[in-house]
């Protein structure tokens, strides 16, 4: 239930995160790669890290540099320190988000302050526009307790991290790229639950299932997507259906794409390439905050 769809979208098509590591050996899965940046601008990168295993994750990510996009870490659980050179430092922790702006440059580690257990999440790079790639840096961390919910009959739980979903506003909002972020719990008693959210056409859009399936009910049918995979779906209608049995939990994220140049490396993420060199000297430079 929630805001009412007459022609839902469909999905496009479903894809199976690569297995990884980054930082200092962390082990992940790269959902959104590179070469689907353009298809689901304005976001860069999705990786979805989940293991009970230390030495899968306790090397953690030292001290690496950004400029020009944004980052959202979502943890589901466990606990992750954050210092940046820009003198912030936070500690990130079950159900808790923390959101960074790079804008000009900085640099920044995450390190896990725990030496067993789970520690799962979603890292997410939304990317800027081109007037503000060289914005002042930002942080905030936004605990568990502090992202707004929306509850309904039948069995709907939906903490709204991003954008607006039945009214409810999240916890954060961007103007131009107007990203969309939910974490979706199906948690009906005896049948399944379903979710449909009013989503402009242009808007790109993905679910991803990190506890059992859903379904996507487009306006020719269902479609499953199973566990661990991305859904991306079509851009047309007016907006998305979701139908899942209860104990699911997916993430679905949407928003407006920015159709610039993209000029990635490494961890700099610009318009052109002059620019990604100036990155690249700024930094050796030690030109960052």
Known sequence: MTQTVTQARSLERLVRGQDTSDGAGVKLKRVLTHDLQQRLDPFLMLDAFSSDKPGDYIAGF????????????????????????????????????????????????????????????????LNLPSQRKMCDPWYRDIPSSEIPEAHWPGGLRVRVIAGFYAGVAGAISREQTEPLYLDVHFEGAHEAAALSHALPAHHNALVYPYRGALEVCGATGSQSVPQAHMGVLRNEGDGLVLRAASGTRAIVIAGCPLKEPIAQYGPFVMNTREELMHAVEDFRAGKFV
């Open 62 to 125: 030292p001290d690496h540099p950004h400029r020009g996009f944004e980052t959202v870490t979502y943890m589901i659980a466990g606990r992750m320190r954050h210092r940046d050179s820009g003198g912030h430092e936070g500690l990130l922790e079950n159900g808790g988000v923390q959101w960074m702006t790079a804008g000009r440059g900085l640099v920044h580690s995450e390190m896990p302050e725990q030496e067993e257990g789970v520690m799962e999440g979603f890292q997410l790079w």
